[in-house]
Protein backbone atom coordinates (compact mmCIF):
# COMPACT_ATOMS: atom_id res chain seq x y z
CA UNK A 1 0.00 0.00 0.00
CA UNK A 2 1.65 3.27 -1.07
CA UNK A 3 1.60 6.11 1.49
CA UNK A 4 1.62 10.01 0.51
CA UNK A 5 2.89 12.91 3.53
CA UNK A 6 0.82 15.13 4.29
CA UNK A 7 3.02 17.59 1.90
CA UNK A 8 1.76 15.41 -1.22
CA UNK A 9 -1.83 17.39 -1.15
CA UNK A 10 -2.80 20.82 0.81
CA UNK A 11 -2.17 20.36 4.07
CA UNK A 12 -5.10 22.13 4.93
CA UNK A 13 -7.04 19.69 2.98
CA UNK A 14 -4.80 16.83 4.26
CA UNK A 15 -5.72 17.57 8.09
CA UNK A 16 -9.59 17.91 7.10
CA UNK A 17 -9.70 14.76 5.52
CA UNK A 18 -7.64 12.95 8.02
CA UNK A 19 -10.14 14.28 10.84
CA UNK A 20 -12.94 13.69 9.09
CA UNK A 21 -11.73 10.31 8.61
CA UNK A 22 -11.64 9.54 12.33
CA UNK A 23 -15.14 11.10 13.19
CA UNK A 24 -16.70 8.61 10.60
CA UNK A 25 -14.97 5.59 12.17
CA UNK A 26 -15.81 6.67 15.10
CA UNK A 27 -19.58 6.83 13.80
CA UNK A 28 -18.95 3.39 12.35
CA UNK A 29 -17.54 1.71 15.80
CA UNK A 30 -20.39 2.61 17.72
CA UNK A 31 -23.09 1.38 15.55
CA UNK A 32 -21.54 -1.56 13.66
CA UNK A 33 -21.20 -4.83 15.90
CA UNK A 34 -17.74 -5.41 13.57
CA UNK A 35 -16.98 -2.35 12.93
CA UNK A 36 -13.22 -3.64 12.20
CA UNK A 37 -15.07 -5.09 9.29
CA UNK A 38 -16.73 -2.33 7.56
CA UNK A 39 -14.68 -0.69 4.64
CA UNK A 40 -15.07 3.44 4.07
CA UNK A 41 -15.30 3.76 0.01
CA UNK A 42 -14.36 7.47 -0.48
CA UNK A 43 -16.71 8.95 -2.89
CA UNK A 44 -14.84 11.69 -4.60
CA UNK A 45 -17.40 12.21 -7.44
CA UNK A 46 -16.69 16.52 -8.50
CA UNK A 47 -13.58 16.90 -5.91
CA UNK A 48 -10.24 16.52 -7.58
CA UNK A 49 -7.05 14.32 -7.79
CA UNK A 50 -5.77 15.97 -4.20
CA UNK A 51 -8.98 15.21 -2.42
CA UNK A 52 -8.32 11.05 -3.60
CA UNK A 53 -4.54 11.60 -2.67
CA UNK A 54 -5.43 13.21 1.15
CA UNK A 55 -8.25 10.48 1.51
CA UNK A 56 -5.18 7.53 0.44
CA UNK A 57 -2.95 9.51 3.00
CA UNK A 58 -5.47 9.33 5.75
CA UNK A 59 -6.16 5.39 5.20
CA UNK A 60 -8.27 4.84 2.61
CA UNK A 61 -7.67 2.50 0.12
CA UNK A 62 -10.86 2.02 -2.10
CA UNK A 63 -12.15 5.33 -4.18
CA UNK A 64 -15.59 5.27 -5.70
CA UNK A 65 -16.28 7.34 -8.72
CA UNK A 66 -20.08 8.20 -10.02
CA UNK A 67 -18.31 9.46 -13.79
CA UNK A 68 -16.92 7.40 -16.40
CA UNK A 69 -14.62 10.23 -16.99
CA UNK A 70 -13.78 11.59 -14.27
CA UNK A 71 -12.66 7.74 -13.19
CA UNK A 72 -10.39 7.54 -16.37
CA UNK A 73 -8.79 10.99 -15.81
CA UNK A 74 -8.52 10.11 -11.96
CA UNK A 75 -6.67 6.72 -12.57
CA UNK A 76 -4.65 8.07 -15.10
CA UNK A 77 -3.74 11.02 -12.95
CA UNK A 78 -3.10 8.96 -9.79
CA UNK A 79 -1.66 5.71 -11.29
CA UNK A 80 1.32 5.93 -8.30
CA UNK A 81 -1.49 5.53 -5.95
CA UNK A 82 -1.90 1.32 -5.02
CA UNK A 83 -6.04 2.46 -4.30
CA UNK A 84 -8.80 0.02 -5.55
CA UNK A 85 -11.20 1.49 -7.85
CA UNK A 86 -15.09 1.38 -7.92
CA UNK A 87 -17.13 2.68 -10.77
CA UNK A 88 -20.18 3.48 -8.78
CA UNK A 89 -22.87 5.53 -11.68
CA UNK A 90 -25.23 3.82 -14.31
CA UNK A 91 -23.81 1.42 -16.67
CA UNK A 92 -24.22 3.03 -20.35
CA UNK A 93 -24.32 -0.42 -22.71
CA UNK A 94 -21.84 1.62 -25.16
CA UNK A 95 -19.76 2.49 -22.20
CA UNK A 96 -19.11 -0.79 -20.20
CA UNK A 97 -15.93 -1.49 -22.06
CA UNK A 98 -14.66 1.72 -20.52
CA UNK A 99 -15.63 0.95 -17.14
CA UNK A 100 -14.38 -2.55 -16.73
CA UNK A 101 -11.20 -0.77 -17.91
CA UNK A 102 -11.02 1.94 -15.43
CA UNK A 103 -12.69 -0.03 -12.80
CA UNK A 104 -11.49 -3.20 -10.53
CA UNK A 105 -15.86 -3.28 -9.53
CA UNK A 106 -18.49 -2.30 -11.37
CA UNK A 107 -21.36 -1.33 -8.61
CA UNK A 108 -23.95 -0.76 -10.04
CA UNK A 109 -25.25 -3.79 -12.41
CA UNK A 110 -29.30 -4.06 -12.57
CA UNK A 111 -29.94 -5.62 -16.07
CA UNK A 112 -29.08 -8.70 -17.78
CA UNK A 113 -27.83 -7.15 -20.91
CA UNK A 114 -25.48 -5.63 -18.59
CA UNK A 115 -24.10 -8.55 -17.29
CA UNK A 116 -23.59 -10.32 -20.37
CA UNK A 117 -22.03 -7.16 -21.96
CA UNK A 118 -19.39 -7.34 -19.09
CA UNK A 119 -18.72 -10.84 -19.72
CA UNK A 120 -18.56 -10.34 -23.47
CA UNK A 121 -15.77 -7.48 -22.84
CA UNK A 122 -14.52 -8.04 -18.86
CA UNK A 123 -14.35 -11.73 -18.62
CA UNK A 124 -14.70 -12.80 -14.96
CA UNK A 125 -14.61 -9.43 -13.83
CA UNK A 126 -16.19 -8.47 -10.33
CA UNK A 127 -19.22 -6.92 -9.77
CA UNK A 128 -21.97 -5.80 -7.08
CA UNK A 129 -25.45 -5.75 -8.07
CA UNK A 130 -27.55 -3.11 -7.15
CA UNK A 131 -30.91 -3.08 -5.28
CA UNK A 132 -33.81 -1.18 -4.94
CA UNK A 133 -36.76 -1.65 -2.52
CA UNK A 134 -37.68 2.14 -2.31
CA UNK A 135 -40.01 2.25 -4.31
CA UNK A 136 -39.12 5.69 -5.49
CA UNK A 137 -39.69 5.85 -9.06
CA UNK A 138 -36.20 7.90 -9.62
CA UNK A 139 -34.08 5.32 -8.20
CA UNK A 140 -31.87 2.83 -10.22
CA UNK A 141 -32.17 -0.73 -8.69
CA UNK A 142 -33.58 -4.05 -9.24
CA UNK A 143 -36.21 -5.51 -6.98
CA UNK A 144 -35.19 -8.06 -4.80
CA UNK A 145 -36.46 -10.83 -7.29
CA UNK A 146 -34.63 -9.52 -10.24
CA UNK A 147 -31.56 -9.13 -8.03
CA UNK A 148 -31.56 -12.70 -7.00
CA UNK A 149 -31.82 -13.95 -10.81
CA UNK A 150 -29.37 -11.54 -11.82
CA UNK A 151 -27.28 -12.96 -9.57
CA UNK A 152 -27.27 -16.08 -10.51
CA UNK A 153 -27.10 -15.02 -14.42
CA UNK A 154 -23.55 -13.09 -13.47
CA UNK A 155 -22.14 -16.22 -11.93
CA UNK A 156 -23.52 -18.60 -14.93
CA UNK A 157 -21.44 -16.65 -17.03
CA UNK A 158 -18.32 -16.55 -15.28
CA UNK A 159 -18.46 -13.11 -13.25
CA UNK A 160 -17.15 -12.37 -9.91
CA UNK A 161 -20.61 -11.30 -7.97
CA UNK A 162 -18.56 -9.78 -4.91
CA UNK A 163 -21.51 -7.35 -3.23
CA UNK A 164 -24.93 -5.89 -3.05
CA UNK A 165 -25.25 -2.37 -3.25
CA UNK A 166 -28.41 0.15 -2.74
CA UNK A 167 -29.12 3.56 -2.04
CA UNK A 168 -31.49 3.71 1.49
CA UNK A 169 -34.76 6.12 1.87
CA UNK A 170 -34.01 9.08 3.34
CA UNK A 171 -36.77 8.43 5.81
CA UNK A 172 -35.35 6.20 9.22
CA UNK A 173 -38.02 3.21 8.48
CA UNK A 174 -37.94 3.16 5.28
CA UNK A 175 -34.01 2.81 5.24
CA UNK A 176 -34.34 -0.33 7.95
CA UNK A 177 -36.21 -2.47 5.42
CA UNK A 178 -33.57 -1.51 2.21
CA UNK A 179 -30.90 -2.62 4.69
CA UNK A 180 -32.73 -5.43 6.64
CA UNK A 181 -33.35 -6.81 3.01
CA UNK A 182 -30.50 -6.20 1.67
CA UNK A 183 -28.52 -8.26 4.66
CA UNK A 184 -30.83 -11.19 4.22
CA UNK A 185 -30.77 -11.28 0.51
CA UNK A 186 -26.63 -11.28 0.28
CA UNK A 187 -27.22 -14.05 3.15
CA UNK A 188 -29.24 -16.08 0.85
CA UNK A 189 -27.40 -15.86 -2.10
CA UNK A 190 -23.66 -16.15 -0.26
CA UNK A 191 -22.73 -12.61 -1.28
CA UNK A 192 -19.89 -11.47 0.86
CA UNK A 193 -19.99 -7.13 1.04
CA UNK A 194 -23.27 -5.59 1.53
CA UNK A 195 -22.22 -1.89 -0.06
CA UNK A 196 -25.13 -0.10 2.13
CA UNK A 197 -24.59 3.28 3.70
CA UNK A 198 -23.68 6.65 3.34
CA UNK A 199 -22.71 10.05 4.82
CA UNK A 200 -26.04 10.46 6.33
CA UNK A 201 -27.19 7.18 7.33
CA UNK A 202 -24.07 5.03 7.35
CA UNK A 203 -25.04 4.06 11.09
CA UNK A 204 -28.08 2.28 10.55
CA UNK A 205 -26.49 0.70 7.48
CA UNK A 206 -23.77 -0.42 9.96
CA UNK A 207 -26.37 -1.81 12.77
CA UNK A 208 -27.55 -3.61 9.97
CA UNK A 209 -24.70 -5.03 8.84
CA UNK A 210 -22.70 -3.48 6.52
CA UNK A 211 -19.95 -4.13 5.24
CA UNK A 212 -18.89 -1.03 2.91
CA UNK A 213 -19.82 2.27 3.72
CA UNK A 214 -19.83 5.22 0.87
CA UNK A 215 -18.74 8.16 1.98
CA UNK A 216 -18.16 11.75 0.03
CA UNK A 217 -19.66 14.94 2.11
CA UNK A 218 -18.63 13.28 5.46
CA UNK A 219 -14.66 13.28 4.67
CA UNK A 220 -14.49 15.68 1.75
CA UNK A 221 -17.18 18.29 2.55
CA UNK A 222 -19.70 20.33 0.70
CA UNK A 223 -19.56 19.30 -3.21
CA UNK A 224 -18.90 21.50 -5.45
CA UNK A 225 -21.40 21.95 -8.42
CA UNK A 226 -20.90 18.76 -11.10
Request: proline share 4%; glycine share 8%; aromatic share 4%.
Amino acid sequence: MTTYPASSASGRLFERVRENLRAARERIAASSPTPEQVRIVAVTKTFGPEAVRAAVAAGIDTVGENYLVELEAKRAALADLAVRWHFLGALQSNKIARAARAADVLCGVVRVKEINRIAAVAPGAAIYVEVDVSAIPSRSGASVLEATELVREARRVGLEVRGLMTVAPPDPDGARLAFGAVRELADQLGVPERSMGMSDDLELACEYGATEVRLGRALFGSRVAA
